[in-house]
């Protein structure tokens, strides 16, 4: 199975300010077949199911703000909330979707408040 | 607008069965695959099972294979699982999600989820 570490656990940011979240996977997620990466993420607010926010590494799914952006290849990827607004306080969690299942997410990552 | 809502989670004795639904709507249910994805309380996500859009294809993450079923009556636009030799392990909040992949493939890409049922193993 491909595993997806994510870094940090939790981060607090100032509201307006910057946030980033890390994706680390196991292998390269990168299809030369289709030039594409099969990463996605998604955000949990409490009490809620996940939204998907991003795939294709950097595709922003429809109604996503454009403050959420996403990057990186093969291995490496980068969720970053550019101004952070109250409203995106939640869990975040990577996802790869390369090849046929298991299909496995990072552990998440806690985006709070400073 | 998709909706997905699922049911059929309860309080369970180890060993013990249950069948879970999700009742699809807003979409054309019969050509999208479908996954169920869990959440143990207080835990990340986890990936459990999917079915392509014919139901020619399926898959289980190890932990479930041999346990779980899953299925799809495309006439009523509803996705189950059928989990038996429930184990406390398996105590989590289930979600089905749509998946973005329609024709006879899955893709693991979920552009839309259930708000879950929670299914709780324990004597």
Known sequence: DIVMTQSPDSLAVSLGERATINCKSGRSLFYSSTNKNYLAWYQQKPGQPPKLLIYWASTREFGVPDRFSGSGSETDFTLTISSLQAEDVAVYYCQQYYSTPPWTFGQGTKVEIK | ?123
């Open chain 2, 1 to 123: 607008e998709v909706q997905l809502v699922e049911s059929g989670g309860d309080l369970v004795q180890p060993g013990g069965s249950l069948r879970l639904s999700c009742a699809a709507s807003g979409f054309a249910f019969t050509r999208y695959a479908m996954s169920w994805v869990r959440q143990a309380p207080g835990k990340g996500l986890e990936w459990v099972s999917a079915i392509s859009a014919n139901s020619g294809n399926t898959y289980y993450a190890d932990f479930v294979k041999g346990r779980f079923t899953i299925s799809r009556d495309n006439s009523k636009s509803t996705l189950y699982l059928q989990m038996n030799s429930l184990r406390a392990e398996d105590t989590a909040v289930y979600f089905c999600a749509k998946d973005d992949e329609y024709g006879t493939m899955v893709r693991g890409l979920f552009d839309n989820w259930g708000q879950g049922t929670l299914v709780t193993v324990s004597s």
